[in-house]
């Protein structure tokens, strides 16, 4: 069974840093992209980050290059999405996601950016 697990969100100040983490079960997590997905208060979820693999090749929404890096680590079954220079319009809940032949959604973590 397919498990995505989201920790490190919280409280920030504009121009502040957080690490997401999202640990992954249930698959062969190697072999499959993960993506960073968001969704703000009355808005649609969109996509923030992909890493695929082999090779780690990732994708950035626009709005968040130069800012956010993701990465991950096969060993730990964990991937990453680093946000630095936040800004509150960065405010949302953060959700982690592997499409297979199905979609699998974490939780989420809400991050919030304010001073």
């Known amino acids: 069974q397919v498990h995505l697990v989201e920790s490190g969100g919280g409280l920030v100040q504009p121009g502040g840093s957080l690490r997401l983490s999202c640990i992954a079960s249930?698959?062969?997590?190697?072999?499959?992209?993960i993506n960073w997905y968001r969704q703000a208060p009355g808005k649609e979820r969109e996509l923030v980050a992909s890493?695929?693999?082999?090779?780690?090749?990732?994708n950035y929404a626009d709005s968040v290059k130069g800012r956010f890096t993701i990465s991950r680590d096969n060993a730990k079954n964990t991937v990453y999405l680093q946000m630095n220079s936040l800004k509150s319009e960065d405010t949302a809940v953060y959700f982690c996601?592997?499409?297979?032949?199905?979609?699998?959604w974490g939780q989420g973590t809400q991050v919030t950016v304010s001073s």
């Open positions: 996601n592997l499409r297979t032949l199905r979609t699998y």
């Open positions: 249930g698959f062969t997590f190697s072999t499959y992209t």
């Open positions: 890493i695929r693999t082999p090779g780690g090749s990732t």
